[in-house]
T-cell receptor, first 109, second 111 residues
Framework: GQNIDQPTEMTATEGAIVQINCTYQ??????LFWYQQHAGEAPTFLSY????GLEEKGRFSSFLSRSKGYSYLLLKELQMKDSASYLC??????????FGDGTTLTVKP | KAGVTQTPRYLIKTRGQQVTLSCSPI?????VSWYQQTPGQGLQFLFE???????NKGNFPGRFSGRQFSNSRSEMNVSTLELGDSALYLC??????????FGPGTRLTVL
């Protein structure tokens, strides 16, 4: 089976840095994605890692360690609009992605 | 480019009925995936189509089916609706195996 774990909820303060972890155990691996989903809206793509290391994209960075089955999403200079659910997804094989249940991040003033 | 569109956006059906949902991908996207999202189960993979062929299928009963047309538009059908089928149904499209772009979803309520 496929198993993706991420914390259910996190809270952080505006302007701070937050790290959302994701661990996975899947039958295949062809890339890891992070998506952001605001309440009542569709998920939107944030980042993609297929090789080990850090990918930086503005205030967002994502890290992958394939040997450890581990990824994290780092959000810097948090803003109120960053309050959302963050979904970790593993492309198990061609055309199939498995999603974690998501981490609900609340940013407080 | 226009985004992914899904119709209808909202739907109310009763148990036993059947429903067809539609997804129009971004131009050039040949992969269309369908997901069911519920508060308790998160995003669950239904199936994926690429160039009119179903490449992958999730663990859903045979009541859930789909197809893709030559213009890459896709439909999913749910027959003999059950209360537990109430959910947000999302389609996501991609050029190939890169990042997916999600449509706004169809919220299905089964009474």
């Amino acid at each position: 089976g496929q198993n993706i774990d991420q914390p259910t909820e996190m809270t952080a303060t505006e302007g701070a840095i937050v790290q959302i972890n994701c661990t996975y155990q899947t039958s295949g691996f062809n890339g890891l994605f992070w998506y952001q989903q605001h309440a009542g809206e569709a998920p939107t793509f944030l980042s993609y890692n297929v090789l080990d290391g850090l990918e930086e994209k503005g205030r967002f960075s994502s890290f992958l360690s394939r040997s450890k089955g581990y990824s994290y999403l780092l959000l810097k200079e948090l803003q109120m609009k960053d309050s959302a659910s963050y979904l970790c997804a593993v492309r198990v094989w061609e055309g199939k992605s498995t999603f974690g249940d998501g981490t609900t991040l609340t940013v407080k003033p | 480019k226009a985004g992914v569109t899904q119709t209808p956006r909202y739907l109310i059906k009763t148990r036993g009925q059947q429903v067809t949902l539609s997804c129009s991908p971004i131009s050039g996207h040949r992969s269309v995936s369908w997901y069911q999202q519920t508060p308790g189960q998160g995003l669950q993979f239904l199936f994926e189509y690429f160039s009119e062929t179903q490449r992958n299928k999730g663990n859903f009963p045979g009541r859930f089916s789909g197809r893709q047309f030559s213009n890459s538009r896709s439909e999913m059908n749910v027959s003999t609706l059950e209360l537990g089928d109430s959910a947000l149904y999302l389609c996501a499209t991609a050029e190939a195996d890169n990042e997916q772009f999600f449509g706004p979803g169809t919220r299905l309520t089964v009474l």
